[in-house]
């Protein structure tokens, strides 16, 4: 009996990995339809007490859901219109790229011979394409254009789930077996979201902010571009902060010298010290909730799955599973594994 038992518990774990990998598979497939949805949902997760707040001002909820989208379109508008007006300048400077980048390169010659490494900055160069660049520019600058009807199809669909916002506990409720205890859970998951969200979005307008006034100050071409580059990429944890700072301190290498370089490097380690090592930690309180290797970890799978938008929301897509898993006997051991124990102590 015993023996039966294990097989019987083995083939159950079997067909769940299986139907696992199969779920996993069809999202990967469905990521151009699944994409949108969930990042349509986060933003209205996000937006709803914000509509909340407009009522309890007596705004009546379609007249705040208009305003509040309306305002959303007229920033999107202004920011792509700037963007689109710096990404045309780039895509024009591009060819000075190539003639500049040959004297650092000729300077680092014999550093790098004093090393055994040998390298031929003839040779080098002719690697350094400006057409795929320009190629590359070119076609940021159609998806840019592109990406209008897609914002539009987005902002669309967050009106609709906003405006289903009111009936959504009902229904949840009908469809549960445990309605008290699973509307407990969703509500403890949209509170830790909306919560992560909210402050790391304001933190990450405030972080692109400061590298923008900082990169303007020292007089970089482009800083609007890094300073939205730097916006964007602070959603990403551990890494997105670095990834934001390489692209301003090669283009100061190259058209500034080492020692402007190192001007920008130490502008970004400061920013990234104090909003990302203090104010972050102490706004967003005692912490998510998970450990440092899941967040690690979360950002990978979710970047695999579902691309840029996974990583992004690499750490609320994990909270969420982390709620789910505590409220189903098989899945609070792997939530206990999930969790970042030293928060509790």
Do not use: C
Request: no cysteine; aromatic share 8%; charged share 10%.
């Amino acid at each position: 009996m015993a023996k039966t038992g294990i097989t019987l518990n083995g083939l159950k774990i079997a067909i769940m990995l299986g139907m696992l990998v199969i779920i996993l598979t069809g999202i990967r497939f469905a990521a151009d339809i699944v994409v949108p949805f969930i990042l349509a949902l986060f933003i209205s997760v996000v937006l709803n007490p914000v509509v909340q707040w407009l009522e309890r001002l007596r705004v009546p909820r379609v007249l705040a859901i208009s305003l509040l989208i309306g305002l959303i379109i007229l920033v999107a508008v202004l920011l792509l219109a700037t963007l689109g007006t710096s990404l045309n300048e780039l895509a024009r400077t591009l060819p000075q790229y190539r003639s500049s980048l040959v004297v650092p390169l000729q300077n680092l010659e014999p550093w790098l011979q004093r090393f055994g490494i040998e390298v031929s900055v003839n040779e080098l160069v002719k690697y350094i394409d400006p057409n795929a660049a320009m190629t590359f520019v070119t076609s940021l600058l159609t998806q840019l254009t592109n990406a209008m009807s897609s914002i539009f199809l987005l902002l669309l669909t967050v009106v609709f789930m906003l405006f289903e916002v009111p009936q959504l506990p009902t229904k949840l409720k009908q469809m549960m077996v445990r309605p008290v205890e699973g509307m407990a859970a969703i509500q403890r998951a949209i509170d830790s979201v909306s919560h992560y969200l909210v402050l790391k979005t304001a933190i990450s307008v405030v972080t692109g902010l400061v590298a923008w006034a900082m990169l303007a100050a020292l007089d970089v071409r482009f800083a609007f571009i890094w300073g939205l580059l730097a916006f964007a990429l602070n959603y990403i944890p551990n890494i997105g902060s670095v990834l934001a700072a390489i692209p301003p301190i090669l283009q100061v290498l190259v058209f500034g010298g080492l020692y402007d370089a190192l001007v920008v490097l130490a502008g970004y380690l400061a920013i990234n010290m104090v909003f990302g090592n203090i104010l972050e930690p102490r706004i967003m309180g005692r912490g998510l909730g998970l450990s440092t290797l899941v967040v690690f970890l979360s950002l990978i799978f979710w970047g695999w799955l579902l691309g840029p938008v996974g990583m992004m929301l690499s750490v609320p897509l994990t909270i969420v599973v982390k709620i789910g898993l505590e409220n189903t006997e098989g899945g609070k051991s792997i939530a206990v594994l999930l969790s970042d124990l030293s928060k509790k102590a």
